[in-house]
């Protein structure tokens, strides 16, 4: 029988490569594949032959320069600098750069600088300085930092070549700034979209700022148009107050697209005052990113209303999408289906869970969904169509989503034969594949199996990872080579016993795959990094209480951040500082930062602050938050000018938009008590001495600075037009207090009028002011349909009177009862449907909100436990999903956290499959006594295979297993998963609002919802939400 290899394809036994086992033949039990996937043939090869050949020359190297963009780090490290000198060697650099990842240009950088023969870098001649071009970005900061004025303006044009961090481009910018004060007009030209890194003051300086059509002016417009220009920055808002003075008579079509980039700032106001053949010629021109949804709405309206939409129009339609409502709906429906993804694909990341589903809906024939919108279907439609999108299955293109893939695994593998071929056929819907399934399938299609699921784009779903764990530990040892063939990403996910036992040459595939996909890494717990990071250092084999030093640094890579702050009390403080923008880059542990911040202080590295200077800061970037809070406050205050402060925060909000910053800060709070930040401030936003007057903001400070530095005083205190110019920003901030948040709606009600008079689309301006108003103004909100709804079902924070009137105004302005809610209103209600009273839950559609299960299940309800068990009875009957005990993984995971109102007695009957698929938010909102009530399975925590960290109540983990084995963490008194249990899974997750514990399911065989007036006990209070506990790993920096 063939075994299982990738793609369906049987495996080939290398027995003339050496690679197969001692007697392997056409029987042997496993057989080693080959090819392997040529990415990880090129770099096995590439690593054997570097330390095959230990004696490179220049000839050799460039000889073999195709290997270049599959040379480890590790390697990179241990080449001759002399040898990277050479002018050869360079120009083979220069050849591959493009398909080298950061990391691998900052070691040949590093590597480079070792060099004897170079000198200090302001030595450098402009020769040598082309020659190592694509490097340049990714020397250390320090040194980059040494560039003189006359070494940059000789590169020229060669800057606008290269991507530059913000501390680089200041730098580079700054110098042609100054270079050229009195070399005329021509240094505009010559900064080009440098001029984005330039301050507002230095923009005025220069006389710039001060014409729309002048050269700087159109770059920092292309700046904003691609995106690059700080969306609320002090520049932005100069750049918009500069295009609002224009007369707008005098602006072609043609000037008014270079303008597009800053429409987000100008607000609706702004696109009102535009003719028709303005926007008309504007708006096929426009991004999805480039309107807020205020202005998307009010451009969809305008063109919905003034002309009948013919399909050969619906393309000036998609970037609108973002603001698509009830009203327009119809009208964009017909052309959507012609021009299908290429449409709806930019648009679908910015819509929101309502818009979403109302499409679903509005489309909901299986030949009417444009491909791009499956993924997003709920099972409830995705079942009934799995036939029909038969041919759709196979695009391996479309990420279906871990339950979607359970689904279509169990409908469209019913009844074939799952023999080797089964997981090339179907492609990326493999990892829907049941434990059953695995548990099944002989040695060989195992290994097979498993090889092809971690090939796979997507990761596992959370009950299929903790299957293949549970497999690998139940079955015979794998051997070395079956290791290697598995490939890094299986490794990084085994368990934590077996990762410590790893031979340190696979420990290294490990590090080496961490380092050029630092993404894979961080899409594993806290707890599972820390691990890896450990097998990593023990793989160097240093000796004991060996100082750690640079070169170890970038071996490890990524890991860096998790070594634990025993580990990283051994680094040496100055290898710290050719690294600093390295570790700008690089997620940290909570403890990991803060034993960095204080390494950083040493003497060996920057020394106390009073002795900085403004190199210092420029050099530390978004790293100076991981300093203590007294270090902070010996910051001489005359390096902190606005400017800075504003680049510092900068390199923080930079790092936190990326890719990699997304990873390292799931959603959540912020801890209790001052933030660096706050202290940063302080200067700033506080009285200049005591009894002084605090200053007022303008709009340039708030940008300067975060909303939430400053109080409700001040705030309250703002001049209106600034306080208007910065109300985008206000609405936004996620951490303004509540009497912060009044402050700012006081103002606003002085510039708008009372509430009585909002529109939808001031409310959608509102934000989360919105949740400031009282009763009475809520029930006087235009809520005519979904759209105007999901403005507010979108926000949390309501209290629950709050929430009643929301709810009670939408069905008295719709003439509607709970029953007539359909996908679109279940989904628009979002965090208001906890508003809806017992009585009136009972009434809605089990269907309707079953199919609204994604959706709601993904948030953190504050209903109460009765309500939530309403919910949980809904979605268990036979109109919906059916009894809990027949539910397969994928139900729990659509499900989400409104599986936490399962009845005690369900939960403790589920099987281990069912339970691993439990969200991790579903688990915090269970209360404990749920968990206690087992009679069959006592879950226990290891069972608990969730991904992220969820906080559990003390209480909860003496349920679970018994005062004798459960003590607190530390002083907070509250549990998290990743301390249970080392599972698969990402970091640190918002937990949620858990349920109280007063409510108990009627005991009885028969279903709630075909029992009337039969309800949970009475007496269940609403439930306070939950701030998640900040403790060591629990939330990166």
């Not at 970037?621 to 205050?637: D, M, T, V």
């Not at 037009?721 to 303004?736: A, I, T, Y």
């Given at each position: 029988?063939?075994?299982?290899?990738?793609?369906?394809?049987?495996?080939?036994?290398?027995?003339?490569?050496?690679?197969?086992?001692?007697?392997?033949?056409?029987?042997?039990?496993?057989?080693?594949?080959?090819?392997?996937?040529?990415?990880?043939?090129?770099?096995?090869?590439?690593?054997?032959?570097?330390?095959?050949?230990?004696?490179?020359?220049?000839?050799?190297?460039?000889?073999?320069?195709?290997?270049?963009?599959?040379?480890?780090?590790?390697?990179?490290?241990?080449?001759?600098?002399?040898?990277?000198?050479?002018?050869?060697?360079?120009?083979?650099?220069?050849?591959?750069?493009?398909?080298?990842?950061?990391?691998?240009?900052?070691?040949?950088?590093?590597?480079?600088?070792?060099?004897?023969?170079?000198?200090?870098?302001?030595?450098?001649?402009l020769g040598f300085l082309r020659s190592i071009l694509p490097l340049l970005p990714h020397l250390p900061l320090p040194c980059f930092l040494q560039l003189t004025?006359?070494?940059?303006?000789?590169?020229?044009?060669?800057?606008?070549?290269?991507?530059?961090?913000?501390?680089?481009?200041?730098?580079?910018?700054?110098?042609?700034?100054?270079?050229?004060?009195?070399?005329?007009?021509?240094?505009g030209?010559?900064?080009?979209?440098?001029?984005?890194?330039?301050?507002p003051e230095e923009l005025q300086d220069l006389a710039w700022l001060r014409d729309p059509r002048g050269a700087v002016e159109q770059s920092l417009l292309a700046c904003a148009a691609a995106g690059t220009l700080r969306q609320h920055g002090r520049v932005m808002l100069a750049l918009a107050e500069l295009l609002r003075s224009t007369s707008l008579a005098t602006v072609s079509p043609r000037e008014l697209l270079a303008w597009r980039g800053v429409l987000p700032e100008m607000g609706v106001g702004f696109l009102e005052r535009l003719s028709a053949a303005q926007l008309n010629a504007l708006l096929p021109q426009l991004r999805p990113t480039q309107l807020t949804r205020a202005q998307a709405s009010f451009l969809l309206t305008w063109a919905v209303w003034r002309d009948n939409v013919s399909v050969g129009e619906a393309a000036r339609l998609c970037p609108l999408l973002p603001g698509l409502g009830a009203a327009s709906l119809a009208a964009v429906l017909a052309p959507l289906q012609v021009q299908g993804c290429a449409c709806l694909g930019p648009a679908l990341p910015l819509l929101s869970a309502a818009q979403t589903a109302s499409l679903l809906q509005a489309l909901q024939r299986p030949d009417g969904w444009p491909r791009c919108l499956l993924p997003l279907l709920p099972l409830q439609l995705l079942r009934p169509s799995a036939q029909a999108l038969w041919g759709a299955l196979w695009d391996l293109n479309l990420s279906w989503s871990p339950q979607q893939a359970q689904l279509l695994w169990r409908e469209v593998g019913a009844g074939t034969n799952r023999s080797h071929h089964t997981a090339g056929a179907l492609g990326s819907l493999v990892v829907g594949m049941s434990c059953t399934a695995l548990q099944e399938l002989g040695r060989e299609d195992f290994l097979g199996a498993l090889r092809t699921l971690y090939t796979q784009p997507r990761s596992l779903p959370a009950s299929l990872r903790r299957c293949v764990q549970e497999e690998v530990l139940r079955r015979p040892a794998l051997s070395r080579e079956e290791?290697?063939?598995?490939?890094?990403?299986?490794?990084?996910?085994?368990?934590?016993?077996?990762?410590?036992?790893?031979?340190?040459?696979?420990?290294?595939?490990?590090?080496?795959?961490?380092?050029?996909?630092?993404?894979?890494?961080?899409?594993?717990?806290?707890?599972?990094?820390?691990?890896?990071?450990?097998?990593?250092?023990?793989?160097?084999?240093?000796?004991?209480?060996?100082?750690?030093?640079?070169?170890?640094?970038?071996?490890?890579?990524?890991?860096?951040?998790?070594?634990?702050?025993?580990?990283?009390?051994?680094?040496?403080?100055?290898?710290?500082?050719?690294?600093?923008?390295?570790?700008?880059?690089?997620?940290?542990?909570?403890?990991?930062?803060?034993?960095?911040?204080?390494?950083?202080?040493?003497?060996?590295?920057?020394?106390?602050?009073?002795?900085?200077?403004?190199?210092?800061?420029?050099?530390?970037?978004?790293?100076?938050?991981?300093?203590?809070?007294?270090?902070?406050?010996?910051?001489?205050?005359?390096?902190?000018?606005?400017?800075?402060?504003?680049?510092?925060l900068q390199s923080q909000w930079d790092w936190e938009q990326s890719e990699l910053g997304r990873l390292c800060h799931p959603p959540g709070t912020l801890s209790e008590g001052p933030s660096p930040q706050d202290v940063l401030m302080a200067p700033l936003v506080a009285a200049a001495g005591p009894g002084g007057q605090a200053p007022v903001p303008s709009c340039?400070?708030?940008?300067?600075?975060?909303?939430?530095?400053?109080?409700?005083?001040?705030?309250?205190?703002?001049?209106?037009?600034?306080?208007?110019?910065?109300?985008?920003?206000?609405?936004?901030?996620?951490?303004?207090?509540?009497?912060?948040l009044r402050a700012v709606l006081d103002q606003v009600r002085q510039l708008w009028g009372s509430s009585r008079a909002l529109e939808p689309t001031q409310t959608l301006r509102l934000g989360r002011l919105v949740t400031q108003l009282g009763e009475p103004e809520l029930q006087e909100l235009l809520l005519p349909d979904w759209g105007a709804l999901s403005v507010l079902g979108e926000l949390d924070g309501w209290s629950p009177e709050q929430m009643r009137a929301v709810v009670s105004t939408f069905l008295r302005q719709r003439g509607a009862s709970a029953r007539d809610l359909g996908l679109p209103e279940l989904v628009a209600l979002g965090h208001l449907l906890c508003g809806l009273p017992v009585a009136e839950l009972w009434g809605l559609d089990s269907w309707e909100l079953s199919k609204a299960a994604p959706f709601l299940g993904s948030l953190s309800l504050r209903c109460t436990e009765q309500q939530v068990e309403v919910l949980a009875a809904h979605l268990t009957s036979s109109a919906a999903f059916g009894p809990a005990d027949t539910w397969g993984p994928e139900i729990f995971a659509e499900v989400g956290t409104l599986a936490a109102g399962l009845p005690d007695i369900v939960l403790s009957a589920l099987v281990p499959e069912q339970l691993w698929a439990l969200t991790p938010r579903a688990i915090a909102a269970v209360p404990a006594p749920k968990f206690a009530v087992s009679s069959r399975h006592p879950p226990q925590p290891t069972w608990l295979g969730t991904r992220g960290a969820v906080p559990l109540h003390v209480e909860e983990g003496g349920s679970l297993a018994g005062p004798a084995q459960w003590e607190p963490p530390h002083p907070t008194g509250r549990w998290n998963v990743s301390q249970l249990h080392q599972g698969a899974g990402a970091g640190p997750r918002h937990a949620g609002c858990p349920l109280s514990a007063g409510g108990v399911w009627p005991s009885s065989a028969a279903h709630p919802l075909q029992r009337p007036g039969r309800g949970c006990h009475p007496g269940a209070a609403p439930v306070a939400r939950q701030r998640p506990a900040s403790g060591p790993g629990q939330r990166p920096v």
């Open positions: 029988m063939l075994s299982w290899g990738p793609a369906g394809r049987p495996w080939a036994c290398a027995g003339r490569l050496g690679l197969c086992p001692a007697g392997a033949g056409a029987h042997t039990a496993l057989q080693v594949p080959s090819p392997v996937s040529g990415e990880e043939a090129l770099q096995s090869l590439a690593m054997l032959l570097l330390r095959r050949l230990p004696h490179l020359t220049p000839e050799l190297f460039v000889s073999l320069s195709q290997f270049i963009p599959f040379m480890a780090v590790s390697d990179i490290a241990r080449l001759p600098p002399a040898l990277l000198a050479n002018e050869s060697v360079l120009a083979a650099l220069r050849t591959h750069s493009a398909r080298l990842v950061p990391g691998q240009k900052a070691a040949f950088a590093r590597r480079l600088l070792q060099a004897p023969s170079l000198g200090a870098v302001p030595t450098w001649p004025p006359q070494q940059v303006w000789g590169l020229g044009d060669a800057w606008q070549l290269l991507r530059l961090g913000l501390a680089q481009g200041r730098h580079v910018a700054s110098s042609l700034a100054n270079w050229s004060r009195a070399a005329g007009p021509e240094p030209n010559r900064l080009g979209t440098l001029a984005c890194f330039l301050s290791l290697v063939w598995l490939g890094p990403r299986f490794l990084m996910e085994l368990p934590a016993k077996l990762v410590e036992m790893l031979p340190d040459a696979v420990m290294r595939l490990v590090l080496d795959h961490a380092t050029r996909q630092p993404r894979s890494l961080l899409a594993l717990p806290a707890t599972r990094r820390a691990v890896l990071a450990r097998g990593a250092l023990r793989s160097l084999r240093l000796p004991a209480g060996t100082e750690l030093s640079g070169e170890v640094l970038d071996q490890l890579g990524p890991l860096v951040g998790f070594l634990g702050r025993e580990s990283v009390a051994h680094v040496q403080p100055e290898s710290l500082l050719p690294r600093l923008g390295d570790l700008q880059d690089t997620c940290l542990d909570v403890e990991v930062a803060t034993q960095l911040g204080q390494l950083l202080l040493s003497e060996r590295a920057l020394g106390a602050p009073p002795s900085w200077s403004l190199p210092t800061l420029q050099q530390l970037g978004r790293l100076i938050f991981l300093l203590p809070l007294e270090s902070l406050r010996a910051i001489p205050g005359d390096l902190l000018s606005r400017d800075m402060v504003e680049q510092l340039a400070d708030i940008r300067a600075t975060f909303p939430a530095a400053w109080s409700a005083a001040q705030l309250a205190a703002m001049a209106p037009p600034q306080l208007e110019d910065c109300l985008g920003l206000l609405v936004q901030d996620p951490v303004l207090r509540p009497n912060q």
